[in-house]
């Protein structure tokens, strides 16, 4: 993989190439724009979501309702009244349905006398289903201002009123209401769908539209001259406009008060009547719905909501799906990357702030303009934007102390070689000519007293320090690598094995070349990483055989340290073990790989496995000044 990624990076300058904090801030922006955009479109289509926004816009509007009411008491529809055919009338009268030639003769004498005071439209929203009564007909046809609300559906239903009715009524639309998936009836009934290709409209003054409401919307703007076209409330299909509740009270009269000669109808004039059932709620009560404002809800009192907020021209709006989404992903990338580069206090009172201040605006936003506003997508990509993001600065934050506390250790080491180098030109230059200087002394006692065996004995001590001298001289600096090369130096120290510990020592070299183009640095730890197994090889192996490999293979330098010892068992090193801590440091600093496995070759012994990847020149090395 490493190689794979060092082969992209040769394709850029190195001009291009970004260091430091400035790399961290753009690996942040990066990322954390990246993982917005990513929380954004696994939460966009979520249906859960969806589910939680609708409880959400019921919140919404129950929160606007508490604000309507404190501002102002609630008003009197001037546009609609309603007639309840509710249970007293049902009793009363005797009559369930308006299917048979009685009851619809009932309803053409409650027509009658509501047309006396002057309405504007009737709208009928009863079960007319199946029957056709003469004088019913004959009331429709002399007012021509009469709608119907057919039971059904749009998909070929045949349980329709007569078609004599339906020929002669000024307009009609199916009686339905879009119901959303939590129960809830907020959106306005109002689409657009094909004609009634079963049904002859060919004498029908207005021609068959979806939904009663649009239907009354239409012909009310036929008969004031004013009001709402079918044009203006031509929705897309991804924008939902929703009714705006208000609690506004609609004057309400039971249709068996209707019947009688002397009712008062005089908040019938110039309004749209509405008639429709008003039942007692009963269980599975097909007549009652639930509303953002309350539970089981008429119909007819929903349908007269939809009418008048689009008379009132008071349509709640919402976004279509296709700019949310934009906006979203924006929103999304946006926090994502301010997310991954501020602190966790900051970062915390940012998302708290963002999620407020976005309720707020939303609720703004819908009592003042009409506008629905999605909440819980973008909370749900706040949340989790703040939750990458907080993950992203934390895995940054880490990798960029690691990169400086690798840093300080090179450093570290850096100057303890040249504090090293220092210590042994200081020996090689003060410390060994003294001791010269007392072997030649000792040379002069000998020759003055030659009875006396102690000089000579003092020759003997002082070149064995001499010697030890040279060899702490080249531990603390290895000038080897200097004068005979770094391959050649590596075998040095697999020659002052065998000799010291009387062990078989084999050198490999893979490729013949001795120059890899790695820093002195690079070299100095490879070689102190090679002299360290070695020292483990003689000291604990009780190896016979010793076997150093060096290679070049594709982009990466390979070391290997081999013997046929007693073998290392991973599981008893211990943790202070200082040789192998040793190791593994030096290999971090110039990122190299090391391993202790057991070896091919051999039945028994260890390995050492040490690879570096020489393209990439992990490490620089850093002034000490």
Same mark, same amino acid.
């Given at each position: 993989m490493r190689v794979?990624?060092?082969?992209?990076?040769?394709?850029?300058?190195?001009?291009?190439? /970004?260091?430091?904090?400035?790399?961290? @801030? !753009?690996?942040?922006?990066?990322?954390?724009?990246?993982?917005?955009?990513?929380?954004?479109? @696994?939460?966009?289509?979520?249906?859960? @979501?969806?589910?939680?926004?609708?409880?959400?816009?019921?919140?919404? %509007?129950?929160?606007?309702?508490?604000? %309507?009411?404190?501002? #102002?008491?609630?008003?009197?529809?001037?546009? /609609?009244? /309603?007639?309840?055919?509710?249970?007293?009338? #049902?009793?009363?009268?005797?009559?369930?349905? !308006?299917?048979? $030639?009685?009851? #619809?003769?009932?309803?053409?004498?409650?027509?009658?006398?509501? &047309?006396?005071?002057?309405?504007?439209?009737?709208?009928?929203? @009863? $079960?007319?289903?199946?029957?056709?009564?003469?004088?019913?007909?004959?009331? /429709?046809?002399? %007012?021509?201002?009469?709608?119907?609300?057919?039971?059904?559906?749009?998909?070929?239903?045949t349980d329709l009123p007569s078609r004599t009715i339906m020929n002669n009524v000024r307009a009609y639309g199916y009686d339905e209401l879009i119901q959303e998936n939590n129960g809830l009836i907020c959106r306005l009934p109002v689409n657009y769908r094909d004609s009634l290709g079963d049904i002859d409209t060919s004498s029908i003054s207005a021609a068959p539209v979806p939904s009663l409401t649009e239907a009354v919307i239409n012909l009310h703007r036929q008969i004031k001259g004013v009001g709402p076209s079918t044009q203006i409330l031509n929705f897309q299909s991804d924008q939902p406009a929703y009714i705006n509740f208000r609690r506004i009270q609609y004057p309400s009269v039971s249709f068996r008060d209707v019947l009688e000669s002397d009712f008062d109808g005089s908040k019938f004039k110039d309004r749209i009547v509405m008639i429709g059932c008003s039942f007692t709620k009963r269980k599975e009560e097909p007549f009652k719905r639930r509303t953002p404002l309350e539970d089981n809800v008429p119909d007819v009192v929903m349908h007269a909501d939809a009418i008048q907020t689009l008379l009132d021209n008071q349509v709640i709006y919402s976004f279509p799906k296709n700019i949310a989404h934009h906006l979203l992903l924006l929103l999304g990338a946006a926090f994502g990357a301010v997310a991954s580069i501020l602190p966790l206090s900051t970062r915390t009172a940012t998302y708290l702030t963002s999620g407020m201040v976005l309720v707020g605006t939303a609720q703004?936003? !819908?009592?003042?303009?009409?506008?629905?506003?999605?909440?819980?997508?973008?909370?749900?990509?706040?949340?989790?934007?703040?939750?990458?993001?907080? !993950?992203? %600065?934390?895995?940054?934050?880490?990798?960029?102390?690691?990169?400086?506390?690798?840093?300080?250790?090179?450093?570290? #080491?850096?100057?303890? &070689?040249?504090?090293?180098?220092?210590?042994?030109?200081?020996?090689? $230059?003060?410390?060994?000519?003294?001791?010269?200087?007392?072997?030649?002394?000792?040379?002069?006692?000998?020759?003055?007293l030659d009875d006396n065996p102690v000089p000579r004995q003092m020759r003997e001590k002082l070149d064995q320090a001499v010697i030890e001298m040279r060899r702490v001289i080249n531990d603390l600096h290895p000038s080897v690598l200097e004068t005979m090369g770094f391959k050649s130096a590596l075998e040095n120290l697999l020659s002052i094995l065998t000799r010291d510990h009387e062990i078989e020592g084999n050198f490999l070299d893979g490729d013949g070349h001795d120059d890899y183009q790695i820093t002195n640095f690079t070299k100095l730890q490879l070689y102190r990483i090679v002299q360290e197994a070695l020292n483990n090889v003689g000291k604990h192996s009780k190896a016979s055989v010793v076997e150093l490999k060096i290679e070049k293979v594709e982009h990466q330098l390979m070391i290997a340290v081999t013997d046929n010892g007693r073998g290392i068992d991973p599981k008893l090193i211990r943790k202070d073990s200082h040789g192998l801590l040793n190791i593994r440091q030096r290999a971090q600093l110039i990122g190299a790989q090391v391993e202790w496995k057991k070896p091919v070759k051999f039945p028994s012994g260890t390995e050492l496995s040490l690879k570096i990847n020489m393209d990439e020149n992990p490490v620089k090395k850093v002034d000490a000044t």
């Amino acid at each position: 993989m490493r190689v794979a990624l060092a082969s992209i990076k040769r394709l850029f300058l190195p001009s291009m190439w /970004i260091h430091g904090r400035d790399s961290l @801030l !753009f690996q942040r922006l990066f990322w954390g724009a990246l993982a917005g955009c990513v929380a954004t479109l @696994l939460l966009a289509e979520s249906s859960v @979501l969806e589910s939680m926004e609708l409880s959400m816009l019921e919140w919404r %509007y129950r929160v606007s309702q508490k604000i %309507y009411s404190a501002v #102002q008491r609630p008003a009197e529809s001037r546009d /609609i009244s /309603i007639i309840d055919f509710d249970d007293l009338s #049902q009793f009363d009268i005797g009559i369930a349905r !308006f299917n048979d $030639d009685h009851a #619809q003769k009932v309803l053409a004498t409650a027509i009658e006398n509501i &047309e006396k005071k002057g309405p504007a439209i009737i709208v009928i929203d @009863l $079960d007319l289903r199946g029957a056709a009564n003469a004088e019913l007909i004959s009331v /429709i046809r002399k %007012y021509n201002n009469v709608v119907i609300g057919l039971f059904g559906s749009l998909e070929g239903s045949t349980d329709l009123p007569s078609r004599t009715i339906m020929n002669n009524v000024r307009a009609y639309g199916y009686d339905e209401l879009i119901q959303e998936n939590n129960g809830l009836i907020c959106r306005l009934p109002v689409n657009y769908r094909d004609s009634l290709g079963d049904i002859d409209t060919s004498s029908i003054s207005a021609a068959p539209v979806p939904s009663l409401t649009e239907a009354v919307i239409n012909l009310h703007r036929q008969i004031k001259g004013v009001g709402p076209s079918t044009q203006i409330l031509n929705f897309q299909s991804d924008q939902p406009a929703y009714i705006n509740f208000r609690r506004i009270q609609y004057p309400s009269v039971s249709f068996r008060d209707v019947l009688e000669s002397d009712f008062d109808g005089s908040k019938f004039k110039d309004r749209i009547v509405m008639i429709g059932c008003s039942f007692t709620k009963r269980k599975e009560e097909p007549f009652k719905r639930r509303t953002p404002l309350e539970d089981n809800v008429p119909d007819v009192v929903m349908h007269a909501d939809a009418i008048q907020t689009l008379l009132d021209n008071q349509v709640i709006y919402s976004f279509p799906k296709n700019i949310a989404h934009h906006l979203l992903l924006l929103l999304g990338a946006a926090f994502g990357a301010v997310a991954s580069i501020l602190p966790l206090s900051t970062r915390t009172a940012t998302y708290l702030t963002s999620g407020m201040v976005l309720v707020g605006t939303a609720q703004i936003l !819908f009592e003042g303009f009409h506008m629905a506003l999605p909440v819980v997508p973008p909370l749900a990509v706040l949340t989790l934007g703040f939750s990458l993001g907080t !993950f992203i %600065y934390l895995d940054t934050d880490l990798r960029q102390r690691n990169k400086e506390l690798a840093q300080a250790r090179e450093s570290m #080491q850096v100057r303890a &070689e040249e504090e090293r180098q220092r210590i042994a030109e200081d020996l090689h $230059d003060e410390t060994l000519p003294a001791l010269s200087a007392v072997a030649r002394m000792a040379d002069k006692l000998s020759n003055d007293l030659d009875d006396n065996p102690v000089p000579r004995q003092m020759r003997e001590k002082l070149d064995q320090a001499v010697i030890e001298m040279r060899r702490v001289i080249n531990d603390l600096h290895p000038s080897v690598l200097e004068t005979m090369g770094f391959k050649s130096a590596l075998e040095n120290l697999l020659s002052i094995l065998t000799r010291d510990h009387e062990i078989e020592g084999n050198f490999l070299d893979g490729d013949g070349h001795d120059d890899y183009q790695i820093t002195n640095f690079t070299k100095l730890q490879l070689y102190r990483i090679v002299q360290e197994a070695l020292n483990n090889v003689g000291k604990h192996s009780k190896a016979s055989v010793v076997e150093l490999k060096i290679e070049k293979v594709e982009h990466q330098l390979m070391i290997a340290v081999t013997d046929n010892g007693r073998g290392i068992d991973p599981k008893l090193i211990r943790k202070d073990s200082h040789g192998l801590l040793n190791i593994r440091q030096r290999a971090q600093l110039i990122g190299a790989q090391v391993e202790w496995k057991k070896p091919v070759k051999f039945p028994s012994g260890t390995e050492l496995s040490l690879k570096i990847n020489m393209d990439e020149n992990p490490v620089k090395k850093v002034d000490a000044t």
